[in-house]
């Protein structure tokens, strides 16, 4: 007797008629038109099941702290990093850890069951990391809560920097971070890129840093971060994050970097809501978009994901954990309009982004953990298109979050009963 049978389920590459059966927490059977005992049948009625979404890029030390203690009224990159130092002598581990389950809540019930994190390693309290990390263990059984030691205010420029970001590493946070173009030149940010991926290399770890998020075509720190990738054999375990300055650089140079980039295993995220919002604020018009080349990336074989990066906090005040408004920003910044340009952005914040984090057991094949996600759509067009509703999200076969699905009933005259929103073919 089967622990759970999903049947009659569409899936993201297009099989449709599909049944999912699970045993003890895994997929144990993906097949057509399945039918077995089991304790729970569930008749998913041609709708999507996809495997949960995946943030790859996040702060969950400072959501939730929107006007805390002002809002950002420039809604520049740096003055949010001010407004942050403004922030962190008034943090307490209990509204941290407070407002980080809040947030986990919000993201169960999006379907966003795994969430790469970057703590604030520059205050020598760190305090932030000891909440994270208590609130890493809190989580555990519902959302795959990863890591990153990032040294906000530059880990040359801090005093003491490298030190507590050892220590934060100590303590069990689990991937390298960094911010580069923070440093105060570009000498000591390729030096920062050198040390920390030294530091992950012979810890054993991933590495995930901030590179060139600003509008500076020559910020070209993805250049040395792809250089100590392929040096220290760290192939597949590094990504930049943002890589903005990519949107300014020049082509020719772009020609040279994108196979480097791809020849380096290095993945890249971007975070289209963010990089939308705070890059080009010191252009006039026309006003750049900002965001890294993201289909001139995947063209040239990088694993590009999707990141949210910020929910109401000193850099954004929008947000509610939802990766498809993250796909459907993307696919609007980047121009990802064709069929195939949307699925990319689907996959972005799925199995891309589990790809950057390393995720074990991740998918819809047997063997899989029985994790996933059923929207309200019929794929993953139609879910991007309706940030879709998300009838049932499932962790390891244990239903987690349940929305009801969503019609609405018209009532016009001479079209009594019309439903309009969505409707099954
Ligand atoms: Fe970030």
């Known amino acids: 007797m089967l622990d759970l049978l999903i049947t009659n389920t569409t899936l993201p590459d297009g099989r449709s008629g599909m049944s999912i059966a699970v ?28 495997p949960p979404f995946v943030d790859p890029h996040f702060h969950m030390d400072a959501t939730l702290s929107y006007g805390l203690p002002r809002v950002n009224e420039s809604g520049t990159l740096l003055e949010g990093i001010a407004l942050w130092g403004e922030l962190k002598p008034l943090l307490t581990a209990e509204a941290l850890v407070e407002r980080a389950l809040t947030y986990c809540d919000w993201a169960v019930a999006k379907g966003l069951l795994a969430i790469r994190s970057h703590v604030d390693t520059s205050d020598a309290s760190l305090l932030a990391v000891d909440a994270l990390l208590e609130v890493k263990k809190q989580v555990a059984p519902y959302i795959d809560l990863q890591l990153v030691a990032f040294p906000q205010d530059g880990v040359l420029r801090t005093k ?3 030190d507590d970001l050892k220590r934060a590493l100590d303590k069990g946070v689990d991937v390298v971070g960094g911010i580069p173009h923070f440093e105060r ?38 250049e040395t971060l792809a250089y100590e990738a392929q040096r220290l054999g760290l192939q597949g375990r590094v990504n930049g994050s943002h890589c903005t ?3 300014s650089m020049d ?20 975070n289209p809501l963010i990089n939308i919002t705070l890059q080009g604020r010191h252009d006039t018009y026309p006003k750049r978009r900002g965001m890294t080349r993201v289909p001139e990336l995947m063209a040239a074989g990088v694993n590009v994901a999707f990141g949210h990066d910020c929910v109401m906090d000193p850099w954004y005040g929008m947000g509610s954990g ?3 408004e993250v796909a459907h920003m993307g696919l609007h910044v980047a121009q990802m309009t064709s069929q195939k340009g949307i699925r990319q952005c689907f996959d972005a914040v799925t199995t891309n982004a589990a790809k950057v984090m390393h995720l074990k057991g991740y998918g819809l094949d047997v063997g899989c953990d029985a994790s996933f996600v059923l929207l309200q759509a019929r794929d993953p067009v139609e879910a991007i298109r309706l940030r879709a509703n998300r009838l049932k999200v499932w962790k390891k076969g244990q239903l987690l979050a349940a929305t009801p699905e969503v019609a609405t009933k018209l009532r016009l005259s001479g ?11």
């Open 160 to 162: 003491g920097g490298v």
């Open 322 to 324: 939802d990766m498809l």
């Open 23 to 50: 045993q003890n927490g895994t997929i144990t059977a993906v097949e057509p038109g399945l039918q077995a005992p089991a304790h729970e049948t569930i008749d998913a009625g041609g709708y999507l099941l996809s």
């Open 245 to 247: 300055s990519m949107h």
């Open 185 to 222: 030149t570009m000498a000591d940010g390729a030096a920062s890129v050198r040390l920390l991926c030294e530091i992950a290399a012979e810890r054993g770890l991933l590495v995930d840093m901030h590179c060139d998020e600003s509008d500076d075509p020559l910020s070209r720190h993805i």
């Open 415 to 425: 079209r009594p009963g019309s439903t309009a929103f969505l409707e099954r073919s």
């Open 251 to 270: 082509n020719y140079y772009v020609s040279k970097l994108l196979p480097l980039i791809a020849e380096s295993g290095v993945s890249v995220i971007a």
